[in-house]
């Protein structure tokens, strides 16, 4: 058999942890004798693995990678086409777990688009066995509050993934004080469609002094912010599948569902409609 998934176990998440949390989709080990190709969107979610035996080539998103055993880790974006090709007259073993959950767009900004993590020595790789081996048992075993167990895991991988990127060390000073307000005004109330008077009355200076605080402070610019934080909210908002597109596009404030779905798809390069039937798995 040249591509064998026999040690591969696949989970199915109940309805609410598709809703709420980190879910798992499937966990265990791969090996592959010749080239093992998959087309994009053929599965959901985000692949995490390492490799147990072998050497060989990852191919996804335009890119290479070498891969073997060491201390490092690739996440593959499903939605990308992706082949793992074997060194020749190797067997590549690789293990680790698909998953997926509510907030894994922004987890996919946020971490960009480079497969690859260079993990920080052996205690991070064992930790992370680890957790792949536990969360095969939850898997397995189901317990009343496994779902839970596995969103908690998971987020734990999550977290050492965004230490590796450094995407928490910052040594930016305190934001000013009228940048501080806007951000507050904003995050509290995520979903409206905020204009440049109102923002100018929170933050107690004009709209080009605000601006100019604000990049300085902040890395981007105020109208980047906030359209992130509509599609954050966006997002939130159409992973609940009680609501329908519809709804979701007046509780964000646009004048209509057309407007609406040509913001989400500019900004995320997905209909809403799409982006749910992606998020569902």
């Known amino acids: 058999m040249p591509v064998s998934f026999t040690e591969l176990h696949l989970a199915e998440p109940a309805p609410q942890a598709r809703r709420l949390l980190w879910h798992l989709l499937s966990v265990g080990r791969v090996w ?23 050497h060989g080539m990852l191919e996804t998103g335009g890119r290479q990678y070498p ?32 998953f997926h959950g ?16 260079d993990l920080p020595g052996k205690t991070e790789q064992a930790a992370l066995r680890r957790t792949q081996r536990r969360l095969l048992q939850l898997a397995r075993q189901r317990p009343a509050d496994w779902e839970w167990r596995v969103h908690e895991l998971i987020d734990g991988v999550l977290l050492r993934l965004a230490a590796v ?15 501080r307000r806007v951000l507050e005004a904003v995050l509290a ?8 008077a109102e923002l100018v009355r929170t933050a107690g200076v004009g709209y080009s002094r605000l601006r100019e605080l604000f990049k300085a402070s902040r890395a981007e610019t105020l109208h980047a912010f906030l359209q992130r934080t509509r599609l954050d909210e966006a997002r939130r908002l159409l992973g609940d599948s009680r609501l329908t597109v519809k709804t979701v596009a007046a509780r964000l404030h646009f004048s209509s569902e057309f407007y609406f ?21």
């Open 32 to 54: 592959r004798d010749e080239v093992e190709h998959h087309a994009g969107a053929d599965k959901a979610g985000l692949h995490l693995f390492w490799v147990e035996r072998g």
């Open 189 to 196: 109330a995520p979903e409206r469609d905020w204009q440049a």
């Open 261 to 281: 779905s040509h913001f989400f798809r500019r900004a995320s390069g997905m209909s809403p409609t799409q982006y749910r039937r992606e998020a569902r798995g």
């Open 67 to 98: 891969v073997g055993q060491g201390p490092r880790c690739w996440l593959v974006d499903l939605r990308q086409s992706r082949r793992y090709l074997p060194q020749e007259g190797e067997r590549l073993v690789t293990a680790g777990f698909r």
């Open 165 to 179: 990127r450094q995407l928490f060390v910052t040594s930016a000073p305190r934001e000013p004080e009228p940048v």
């Open 102 to 117: 509510p907030a894994l767009e922004v987890w996919r900004e946020a971490l960009g688009t480079t497969a690859e993590f």
